[in-house]
């Protein structure tokens, strides 16, 4: 089946400093992505969506330049973290369509802490 | 028993029990629905799916129930067990949209033994 690889799974980072979490399609292409937040106890809530060769859409207060999504190609979206600060600390997942209209398959996810 | 509050609501069961998750859905123009498992520290997994329309749907140990009216989704699970327990989501995808999925709140299933 559909396979999406997302890495770093955890990651520590200082406060200022910038960090990428990658998404990849392993056996499909995506021409659409999407990124999540969650925090403890709570919902995922779409921060963005990204589509292969163009810019990302990104949903109501959610900063596009603080949060840098790239989708170059069919199998690669990235999401950077930019002068990551300890609110920034939460659980990011990726999302690929698979192709077909009623596929999703999501990322393990990535343990951000800001220290 | 099913409590709601300030944390993620929790339904309770005994082991063996049927569970039933519920779920209200916001947008009446969503063509699709999903329910998820998610287990600490994981990514969502796919539990089973149902368009809009058709009202039931089921799968090997649970089914899901939508009823459009009311905007409201249901997750059934036969003969509950302890690897059930797990946070819940119901996610909704709205016509029109660039195909992203809303999730709702989610509800913790706790399995006694």
């Known amino acids: 089946g559909a396979v999406v690889s997302q890495h770093p799974s955890r990651v520590i980072c200082k406060s200022g400093t910038s960090v990428k979490i990658e998404c990849r399609s392993l056996d499909f292409q995506a021409t659409t992505m999407f990124w999540y937040r969650q925090f403890p106890k709570k919902s995922l809530m779409l921060m963005a969506t990204s589509n292969e060769g163009s810019k990302a859409t990104y949903e109501q207060g959610v900063e596009k330049d603080k949060f840098l999504i790239n989708h170059a190609s069919l199998t690669l979206s990235t999401l950077t973290v930019t002068s990551a600060h300890p609110e920034d600390s939460s659980f990011y997942i990726c999302?690929?369509?698979?192709?077909?209209?009623?596929?999703?398959?999501f990322g393990s996810g990535t343990r951000l802490t800001v220290v | 028993g099913e409590s709601v509050g300030l944390h993620l609501p929790t339904l309770s069961v005994q082991e063996g029990d049927n569970s039933i998750i519920n779920c209200a859905y916001s947008?009446?123009?969503?063509?699709?629905f999903i329910w998820y498992k998610q287990e600490s520290g994981k990514g969502p997994q796919f539990i089973i799916d149902i368009r809009s329309n058709m009202d039931k749907r089921q799968g090997q140990r649970v089914t899901v129930l939508l009823n459009k009216t009311v905007k409201h989704l249901s997750l059934q699970i036969a003969a509950t067990q302890p690897g059930d327990s797990a946070v819940y989501f119901c996610?909704?995808?709205?016509?029109?949209?660039?195909?992203?999925?809303?999730f709702g709140k989610g509800t913790k299933l706790s399995v006694k033994p």
């Open positions: 996610a909704e995808r709205r016509r029109g949209s660039q195909g992203n999925l809303i």
């Open positions: 999302s690929a369509r698979t192709g077909t209209d009623y596929g999703y398959t």
């Open positions: 947008n009446s123009a969503s063509d699709y």
